[in-house]
C-alpha cells in the first residue's frame, strides 16, 4: 500500500535540542495526524491537525498542515530523554478514515 | 479512563496452531480497525469494522479474520499461523468515519511469537 515520505529516518539530538521531521504526499489528506511510538506499545495520537495551514501545539510540540494538504511538519523543541522513540505522521482521508502512514522517524536523544 | 484494551499483550503459538487475540474498547466508538505491524515498519491495515459492517483489506490473507460481537470487543483470528506471522497486532477505534475529527486511538498491543 501507499507510503508517506517522512524524514529524516532517525535523528540524534543531544539533550536539549530542537527536531523537526516531516512528511510528504502526492495525494491530498483531510486531516494529518503525528503519533509517538515507544518500543513494544501502540502508536499513542500526539497532535491531529485539520485545516490547510492549521498550526498546532502540544506542549512542547508542534505541527502543521500544509497548505497544499500535501505535507506536514513535526516540531519538538528542547527535547529531553523520554522524547525516544518512533514518531509516524499519518494522512487519513475518504469515507473508512483509513490512515496513511509515513515511514517513520527513529528519534534517539543523548544526555 | 476511556482506552483501548488488548489481550494478551504477549501470546506464544505453534506453526499451524489457531490463535485468537482480543480487543476492547471503554470509548464506546463505531469504528474498530486492526493492524499488523512487523519490526522497524508502519502498522499495516488487515480490515476494519463499522458497527457490524465487516470490511475487509484487498491484501489481507484468508488466514485472517475477525469477529465482533457487540461494540465494545473485536477479535483478531489468526486460523493456521506461520513464521511470517509473527508481528505485532495493533486494535485502534475511531469514534465514526468519514467527517473529522475521527482520530484513531491504538491499544498497546499483542506481541505474537510463532515456533
Known amino acids: 500500500g501507499q507510503q508517506l515520505n517522512q524524514s529524516p529516518q532517525s535523528m540524534f539530538i543531544q539533550e536539549g535540542e530542537d527536531v523537526s521531521m516531516n512528511c510528504t504526499s502526492s495525494?491530498?489528506?483531510?486531516?494529518w495526524l503525528w503519533y509517538k511510538q515507544d518500543p513494544g506499545e501502540g502508536p499513542v495520537l500526539l497532535i491531529a491537525?485539520?485545516?490547510?495551514?492549521e498550526l498546532t501545539s502540544n506542549g512542547r510540540l508542534t505541527a502543521q498542515f500544509g497548505i497544499t494538504r500535501k505535507d506536514s511538519f513535526l516540531n519538538i523543541s528542547a527535547s529531553i530523554p523520554s522524547d525516544v522513540g518512533i514518531y509516524f505522521c499519518?494522512?487519513?482521508?475518504?469515507?473508512?478514515?483509513?490512515?496513511?502512514f509515513g515511514t517513520g522517524t527513529r528519534l534517539q536523544v543523548t544526555l | 479512563d476511556a482506552m483501548v484494551i488488548q489481550n494478551p499483550r504477549y501470546q506464544v503459538t505453534q506453526f499451524g496452531k489457531p490463535v485468537t487475540l482480543s480487543c476492547s474498547q471503554t470509548?464506546?466508538?463505531?469504528?474498530m480497525y486492526w493492524y499488523q505491524q512487523k519490526s522497524s515498519q508502519a502498522p499495516k491495515l488487515l480490515f476494519h469494522?463499522?458497527?457490524?459492517?465487516?470490511?475487509n483489506e484487498a491484501d489481507t490473507p484468508d488466514n485472517f479474520q475477525s469477529r465482533r460481537p457487540n461494540t465494545s470487543f473485536c477479535f483478531l483470528d489468526i486460523r493456521s499461523p506461520g513464521l511470517g506471522d509473527a508481528a505485532m497486532y495493533l486494535c485502534?477505534?475511531?469514534?465514526?468515519?468519514?467527517?473529522?475529527?475521527?482520530?484513531?486511538?491504538f491499544g498497546p498491543g499483542t506481541r505474537l511469537t510463532v515456533l
Open positions: 485502534a477505534t475511531s469514534r465514526d468515519r468519514g467527517l473529522a475529527p475521527n482520530e484513531q486511538f
Open positions: 495525494s491530498i489528506f483531510n486531516t
Open positions: 491537525l485539520y485545516k490547510a495551514g
Open positions: 499519518a494522512g487519513q482521508s475518504g469515507t473508512a478514515s483509513k490512515l496513511t
Open positions: 470509548l464506546n466508538h463505531n469504528v
Open positions: 469494522y463499522y458497527d457490524k459492517d465487516f470490511n
